[in-house]
Nanobody
Framework: QVQLVESGGGLVQPGGSLRLSCAAS????????IGWYRQAPGKQRELVAS???????NYADPVKGRFTISRDNAKSTVYHQMNNLKPEDTAVYYC?????????WGQGTQVTVSS
């Protein structure tokens, strides 16, 4: 089992960029499918991007072409590069790992896009 810790959030102006990191501790990180979710105030948590154990990626429509998810299994880390950020991207971003029936969440990192 792994534990996940997100970092890299902060305040950025519209059009700016941030890179989030999701660092895993524990074993078998490479076997986990990893997803980035976000939850804005008053809204449900939604899947933003995901990467499988084979490196296949998937993105929600609102972030296609702006966000890129990648993984470095040697460092047990998944990255989330976010470019051309918009105010509507403001949310707490969570990292999620799934291996079979086991799922784990990080504590979240706040991303605020505002001028």
């Amino acid at each position: 089992q792994v534990q996940l810790v997100e970092s890299g959030g902060g305040l950025v102006q519209p059009g700016g960029s941030l890179r989030l990191s999701c660092a895993a501790s524990g074993r078998s990180f490479s076997l986990y499918n990893i997803g980035w979710y976000r939850q804005a105030p008053g809204k449900q948590r939604e899947l933003v991007a995901s990467v499988t154990t084979f490196g296949r990626t998937n993105y929600a429509d609102p972030v296609k072409g702006r966000f890129t998810i990648s993984r470095d299994n040697a460092k047990s880390t998944v990255y989330h590069q976010m470019n051309n950020l918009k105010p509507e991207d403001t949310a707490v971003y969570y990292c999620n790992g799934v291996l079979g029936a086991y799922t784990t969440w990080g504590q979240g990192t706040q991303v605020t896009v505002s001028s």
